[in-house]
């Protein structure tokens, strides 16, 4: 409780921030569920459902935040944990199929009759049981976040470099994913799933539990995230960001903090991927692409990088204008991406949330605690 | 390894980059609790000489012994920090987002690992200590003010604190007074020689006024080599030395 309130006590928006994504997350699929479809209050299904998947980008956006704003990392290839994660949990929903699959298989999925398969792969082997699923969500993106990272930051790998080695490796992993012999369902990935933990997939029980355990994931990603870089840990972090030789000369070792921060990170993002894929029933290589890593550092540029309600925000204000310009003007949808890319940079350099600081700042200065700026620095 | 009884011995060593000889078979010696400028003219090897001994750059050949027992050809910058010697950069080098006070915090001498800052508590001691530095550095009333906004003497007089605050045993400081007003670099130099004190102390400096309130014994680079080591009295009228400032 004490670290708690230290750790909060100079962050109310973040507690606010934490207040609304649990009420929103708990709120929204109760009104849902115990509203009749004619009552003023109902929640439409489909919003319970959008809500769940923007909440998912909201916490792969914190976990791009946490190597990006505070560690200055580019990482351009953050969709691949995320699949990774998604495909995990995706291989556990497509064995609690079992025979009621096209081909009525017990043993083998779909895809893998498909491809004349006579048994299971080892490397399906345990993702029957939603506990092993459950670690190897974090475990292979954090795998990959290792042995990346340990290359990249032990060969003191920076910059736009940086950028282009993890955009290579979600590059790479689309490629691989396409092929059927990887055995991950190729092109056309995993879907008709049927049941999660012996509950239908489809029903509006189910969907208010995912929608509430997605805001449940961001609450807690967001307080591991302000554990992390509320620590000493987060401050040497930011050191990294600002000026990497200094933190080297003052005797820490830089590439064991980034290393750190990008596994944790990766498994942010893994367990994003793996509460998305339940909600939107499917899940196939394009969730690999490039485009998708870029478009989740927009989310985070836009909501303000170097803050955690940032890219929150971000997320979910991106989200919700690609969900309503892609209905209303599908064409435009792109152009205005590109536009917001182009112009956030320009016009709102720390993004929305520095809109709101900026305005703070021209209020009257608070007193500050520990001493009074005696007189104008510069 | 060479047995020796001085801090720093630097033995011959030799840098090239790319056909460039930046480093020609330099020797430099530092006494427990000396501090020495070096000065020489623009390419003269001055931050080469430091890269070399904070591990940033490997000489072609030659030898760093540190305390006696150290090679530092073997160690890179963190060991080498660790092992006690600081490093003040040319341009001032603070981390500009946090507050003066976090700013020596994180330099404090202390657990490094990644693990050991994730779960580290303020100590009383490290307050104390903090509040030392700041008053021996004077910007006890800015300690609450992120660093960035410190005015660039400032800045340095910081740096010089985070540097101290790592307890170091060397401390090279590469010109600390580029830029400063001259009250600034009278009080740099009061500092310099408080440090002295308790540490010996390596000065790169353009600025000969400084040097000579130093008062301290002057090397002169040139061409990667010592060209002359002795009082700034004693080289400045070496004809070597007016001739390589002076232009030949």
């Known amino acids: 409780m004490i670290v708690a309130r230290a750790l909060f006590a100079d962050n109310r928006r973040l507690v606010l921030c934490i207040a609304v994504v649990l009420i929103a997350g708990i709120g929204l699929p109760l009104l849902n569920l115990l509203t009749p479809p004619t009552s003023a209050l109902h929640v439409p299904t489909y919003v319970v459902q959008l809500v769940g998947k923007y909440l998912?980008?909201?916490?792969?956006?914190?976990?791009?935040?946490?190597?990006?704003g505070y560690c200055g990392i580019l990482t351009l290839g953050h969709g691949a944990f995320f699949a990774l994660g998604g495909y995990?949990?995706?291989?556990?929903?497509?064995?609690?199929?079992?025979?009621?699959?096209?081909?009525?298989?017990?043993?083998?999925?779909?895809?893998?009759?498909?491809?004349?398969?006579?048994?299971?792969?080892?490397?399906?082997?345990?993702?029957?049981?939603?506990?092993f699923a459950a670690i190897m969500v974090v475990l292979v993106p954090g795998l990959l976040a290792l042995g990346l990272g340990w290359f990249a930051f032990r060969s003191r790998v920076t910059g736009v470099y940086l950028s282009i080695i993890t955009q290579a490796m979600t590059f790479a992993l689309w490629l691989a994913f396409f092929r059927n012999d990887m055995g991950f369902g190729g092109n056309n990935g995993m879907t008709d799933f049927k049941e999660i933990l012996g509950f239908s997939i489809q029903?509006?029980?189910?969907?208010?539990?995912?929608?509430?355990?997605?805001?449940?994931?961001?609450?807690?990603?967001?307080?591991?995230?302000?554990?992390?870089?509320?620590?000493?840990?987060?401050?040497?972090?930011?050191?990294?960001?600002d000026a990497e030789s200094r933190v080297r000369f003052l005797g820490y070792r830089p590439e064991n903090y980034k290393l750190f921060v990008f596994v944790v990170s990766a498994m942010l993002a893994g367990v994003?991927?793996?509460?998305?894929?339940?909600?939107?029933?499917?899940?196939?290589?394009?969730?690999?692409?490039?485009?998708?890593?870029?478009?989740?550092?927009?989310?985070?540029?836009?909501?303000?990088?170097?803050?955690?309600?940032?890219?929150?925000?971000?997320?979910?204000?991106?989200n919700f204008g690609k969900t309503w310009l892609t209905g209303a003007l599908p064409e435009v949808w792109l152009f205005a991406l590109g536009a917001l890319f182009v112009f956030v940079p320009m016009f709102l350099p720390n993004g929305v949330v520095g809109l709101w600081r900026s305005r703070v700042k021209r209020a009257p200065a608070r007193a500050d605690k520990t001493a009074p700026l005696a007189r104008p620095a510069e | 390894m060479r047995e020796t009884d001085k801090l720093l011995y630097v033995d011959g060593i030799s840098v090239s980059f790319d056909g460039f000889r930046?480093?020609?078979?330099?020797?430099?010696?530092?006494?427990?609790?000396?501090?020495?400028?070096?000065?020489?003219?623009?390419?003269?090897?001055?931050?080469?000489?430091?890269?070399?001994?904070?591990?940033?750059?490997?000489?072609?050949?030659?030898?760093?012994?540190?305390?006696?027992?150290h090679d530092l050809r073997a160690l890179d910058e963190t060991d080498i920090a660790r092992l006690g010697i600081g490093r003040k950069f040319q341009r001032p080098t603070v981390f500009e987002n946090h507050t003066v006070e976090d700013n020596l915090l994180l330099a404090l001498k202390g657990k490094r690992r990644v693990f050991d800052t994730l779960f580290a508590r303020r100590a009383t001691s490290e307050t104390t200590r903090l509040k030392d530095l700041l008053e021996l550095i004077g910007l006890g009333t800015q300690r609450g003010i992120l660093a960035g906004r410190l005015s660039h003497g400032q800045k340095q007089w910081l740096e010089i604190g985070m540097l101290l605050a790592q307890d170091p045993k060397l401390l090279l400081v590469d010109e600390p007074v580029a830029g400063m007003t001259d009250a600034e670099t009278e009080t740099t130099a009061k500092l310099l020689r408080e440090i002295n004190k308790t540490r010996s102390v390596i000065v790169v400096e353009h600025d000969m006024n400084?040097?000579?309130?130093?008062?301290?014994?002057?090397?002169?680079l040139h061409e990667g080599s010592v060209?002359?080591?002795g009082s700034l009295d004693q080289v400045s009228a070496n004809p070597r030395v007016v001739e390589v400032y002076l232009g030949r």
């Not at chain 1, 189910?206 to 987060?234: D, E, H, M, Y």
């Not at chain 2, 003219?41 to 540190?66: C, L, Q, W």
């Not at chain 2, 400084?210 to 002169?220: A, I, K, P, Q």
């Open chain 1, 203 to 241: 029903s509006g029980g189910t969907r208010a539990a995912l929608c509430f355990a997605s805001a449940l994931a961001l609450a807690l990603g967001l307080v591991v995230a302000a554990s992390v870089v509320g620590s000493r840990f987060g401050k040497v972090l930011v050191g990294v960001r």
């Open chain 2, 22 to 69: 930046a480093l020609n078979s330099l020797s430099l010696m530092i006494d427990d609790g000396e501090m020495r400028a070096i000065i020489g003219p623009n390419g003269a090897g001055k931050t080469t000489m430091m890269d070399v001994i904070t591990g940033k750059t490997r000489p072609d050949s030659g030898e760093v012994v540190f305390d006696g027992r």
């Open chain 1, 56 to 68: 998912c980008y909201a916490l792969l956006a914190v976990a791009v935040d946490l190597v990006w």
């Open chain 1, 272 to 318: 994003a991927g793996a509460l998305y894929v339940p909600q939107v029933g499917i899940i196939n290589p394009g969730e690999f692409h490039p485009a998708n890593s870029i478009e989740a550092v927009i989310w985070v540029a836009i909501g303000g990088r170097g803050t955690l309600v940032g890219p929150v925000l971000g997320a979910v204000l991106v």
């Open chain 1, 88 to 131: 995990a949990m995706g291989m556990y929903l497509m064995r609690q199929i079992g025979s009621r699959g096209v081909y009525g298989n017990p043993l083998l999925p779909d895809f893998m009759v498909f491809l004349n398969w006579k048994q299971l792969p080892w490397f399906w082997q345990g993702f029957d049981q939603f506990w």
């Open chain 2, 210 to 220: 400084f040097v000579r309130e130093l008062g301290v014994t002057v090397t002169v």
């Open chain 2, 227 to 229: 060209l002359a080591e």
